[in-house]
């Protein structure tokens, strides 16, 4: 069939399904109209299949594929509640989302987890070296929370179990901050996310080698292994949030940098929200499980080691199935 002849048998059911369309964009759609929209909304998918099939204008097809994404969502808007959404994404809507930006993940897990492991071995090595990231007074109040005979481990040491809520709502607040502070930076062309991913892998790597190096180190790893599994996770995933917004200014291709950063910012948003997850989980283990200290530091590290696991398994499987919701 000719492009004029199938325009023009089947234009008078686009205009009105793209009718249809505006009603319900603007809630003024009656109920008869709804209990028709279904079957329209099937017969422009055929219509638009048909239309690529025999190689159609690009125009036409374009024309096609707008009124099919507006009907998309609006079958859907009703269907995926707040509620069921947000599950969609727990359940393999994130997982999916890390595995489809795994080279920017990469390059940040790269930065951050390197710089770590290196300050941490040259502190270990070089004890001096603690003090060119931290002062005199903070090392010591350092040393004063992952102390043995404290009565609890981290920060506010001295602080009762019935405190613990108050530490949660602390740990959100900062490490949100921390997060937040990474992925924003990335505006100044990437260079602020790449700087305050090395600088916590720094900080972080020369607390853990002189920790270790002074003999505190059954205590500060049997802290930090549980909720390190989500809180370093997530630090380095809003690096690589960071590192898309200035790769998008850096390198924009045939787009503008407006539209670049635009584009950019909508994938990266969403991989923001997985990381307020990831920290909220973290602080949770960190106020109410990491802090105690009448558990054994082995059944810690078991516990720590299955946390660590869980989170390779998630992110590696989780929301593979082709029909996982979104």
Same mark, same amino acid.
């Given at each position: ?13 686009? +205009? ?5 369309? &505006? ?59 707040? &509620? ?32 770590? %492991? ?86 972080? &790597? /020369? ?23 989500? +809180?370093?996770? /997530? ?14 200014? %850096? ?30 989980? /973290?602080?949770?283990? +960190? ?14 590290? &078991? ?24």
């Amino acid at each position: 069939m000719k492009q004029s002849l199938f325009e023009k048998r089947h234009q008078a059911d686009w +205009e009105a399904f793209s009718k249809l369309l &505006g009603n319900l964009e603007r809630s003024k759609a009656d109920t008869r109209a709804c209990e028709t929209f279904a079957g329209d909304y099937r017969r422009l998918c055929q219509h638009l299949a048909l239309a690529q099939e025999r190689g159609y204008s690009s125009h036409l097809i374009a024309q096609l594929q707008q009124l099919a994404m507006r009907g998309h969502q609006q079958f859907y808007r009703h269907r995926s509640h707040l &509620g069921g959404r947000l599950l969609g994404f727990i359940l393999g809507g994130f997982p999916r989302l890390v595995r489809s930006q795994w080279r920017s993940i990469a390059a940040a897990s790269l930065l951050f987890y390197g710089s770590l %492991l290196l300050m941490g071995v040259l502190v270990h090595a070089f004890p001096d070296l603690v003090y060119s990231m931290m002062d005199p007074e903070q090392v010591s109040s350092m040393e004063s929370m992952y102390d043995p005979d404290a009565r609890r481990i981290g920060p506010m040491s001295e602080r009762n179990s019935g405190d613990d809520w108050m530490m949660f709502g602390h740990y959100i607040m900062n490490n949100i901050g921390i997060a937040f502070q990474t992925y924003a930076s990335g505006l100044l062309f990437g260079l602020g996310s790449l700087f305050f991913l090395l600088f916590n892998g720094l900080t972080i &790597g /020369a607390v853990a080698g002189h920790l270790t190096q002074v003999g505190y180190g059954e205590t500060f790893w049997s802290f930090v292994i549980g909720h390190g599994a989500f +809180e370093l996770t /997530a630090i380095s995933f809003a690096g690589a949030a960071g590192l898309q917004l200035g790769w998008a200014l %850096l390198a924009p291709g045939r787009l503008p940098r407006s539209e670049s950063l635009r584009l950019a910012a909508a994938r990266s948003v969403q991989l923001i929200a997985g990381v307020i997850l990831l920290l909220l989980i /973290a602080a949770f283990v +960190e106020a109410y499980w990491s802090s105690i200290n009448h558990v054994s530091p082995q059944f810690k590290y &078991g516990v720590g080691a299955g946390l660590w696991t869980l989170v390779a398994l998630y992110f590696g499987l989780a929301g593979r199935r082709a029909h996982a919701p979104d």
